[in-house]
């Protein structure tokens, strides 16, 4: 049986052991969560005990009538599900939803009406203990790949070298280089940024907490790099970018490689690319985990209430799905079919089409127009 206990308007110095070591994802951790100023006096806990032993930690706060979770990327049993809602209906009378956002569904849902959507992935890579054994596991033209350009870079650059700093390690003038890498990344694709200074200081703030930065220098001047966070022992990328001089030189792959293999060597046990579906993480051996939006009911009458929001997530799961299968056979570049070459073909229409709005946009608004937020910087 499981029991729940719930503390208002806190969180209990135990407990906050509890949600790292329960749920050891960056998206769940309370520094993250600080860092973006999300923990002030109006968040609750709920801790979950099975037999009595801890199984969930849940901070969350209450929003219109909604209980809302801030641990995202997790996995919750549907029974911790159902006792958590349980017990949030029972102390907050005004609450008609519980919401997760960005949890990995399980295959079987609660028992209280619910209704769920696919949103995004988080694509992880479990790691071995060794690097050999990493490098053994890798498809044979992915180690081909690394050698040949990790030679042809020392070849052309015999001053080339990288180098991975933890937390106080790091200068601040590296993070930036990456961070100026990423922007000027994104404008060659007419994007703007999400990166802006407030973001970056952000970043560094967490980067002091729990930082993993693989910088690569050719002469001692930063050329690639990847900004990482550790929470227990995975791994989570931020950004990866480089200087577009070196294009010829396949950095991002190889800057990523190694941030795995120093990662390794640090004792982690999954490296978490996080979202966007980018070639090089499946040949580094990503492995994709959808995730998705998880809204639990107190009774059918409020399911029934929200039918808007039901239908809704109904069809962007059904999206989530037709979107996911296309992108899957466009990286497998299977035409074995004309209904599959049409697919593909107007895949690729689409993408040229946002990249043409996104040109058109960037002129209008100027090129240094920053967005305030968007998804992690984390594509090469």
């Known amino acids: 049986m499981i029991e729940a206990t719930l503390y208002e308007n806190t969180i209990p110095a135990f407990a906050r052991e509890l949600v790292d070591r329960l749920h050891t994802h960056l998206h769940a951790s309370l520094t ?29 706060r209450i929003e219109g009538g909604q209980a809302c979770v801030l641990s995202e990327q997790c996995r919750f049993a549907p029974a911790v599900i159902d006792r958590f809602a349980q017990a949030v209906f029972a102390r907050f009378p005004n609450v008609r939803a519980v919401c997760f956002t960005a949890i990995q569904q399980p295959a079987q849902g609660p028992s209280l009406p619910f ?28 180690r081909t790949y690394v050698k040949r350009y990790a030679n042809k870079l020392k070849r052309c650059f015999p001053g080339a070298a990288w180098q991975t700093y933890g937390g106080a390690d790091v200068e601040e003038a590296q993070v930036r280089a990456i961070i100026e890498f990423n922007r000027a990344r994104m404008a060659g694709k007419y994007k703007a940024s999400y990166i802006d200074e407030a973001e970056t200081q952000r970043i560094m703030r967490l980067v002091r907490q729990c930082g993993l930065v693989t910088v690569m220098t050719i002469d001692g001047k930063v050329c690639a790099g990847t900004i ?14 480089h200087d577009p001089a070196y294009d010829d030189y396949g950095l991002g792959t190889l800057c990523c490689y190694f941030t795995i293999c120093a990662c390794i060597e640090r004792g982690c046990n999954a490296y978490h690319f ?102 992690a910087a984390n594509g090469s």
């Open 274 to 375: 996080l979202w966007g579906r980018y070639e090089y993480k499946y040949r580094l051996l990503g492995e994709q985990r959808d995730l998705s939006d998880l809204r639990v009911y107190r009774s059918r009458l409020q399911q029934l209430l929200d039918i808007r929001h039901v239908l809704g997530q109904h069809y962007a799961d059904k999206m989530y799905e037709m979107k996911d299968w296309m992108e899957q056979h466009a990286r497998r570049a299977d035409t074995s079919s004309p209904l599959e070459q049409a697919l593909f073909r107007g895949l690729n229409a689409l993408k040229d089409a946002k990249r043409t709005v996104d040109r058109l946009r960037m002129q209008r608004a100027g090129a240094g127009a920053v967005l305030p937020h968007g998804p």
């Open 32 to 60: 993250y969560h600080a860092v973006y100023g999300c923990l002030d006096r109006s968040v609750h806990t709920c801790v979950l005990q099975e037999n009595g032993t801890p199984v969930a930690a849940l901070v969350f």
């Open 228 to 241: 990482n966070y550790r929470i227990g022992d995975a791994a989570f990328l931020q950004v990866i970018a």
């Open 115 to 142: 209704v769920a959507a696919r949103r995004t992935q988080d694509i992880v890579a479990a790691l071995p203990g060794t690097v050999d054994a990493y490098l053994a596991r890798l498809g044979k033209s992915t």
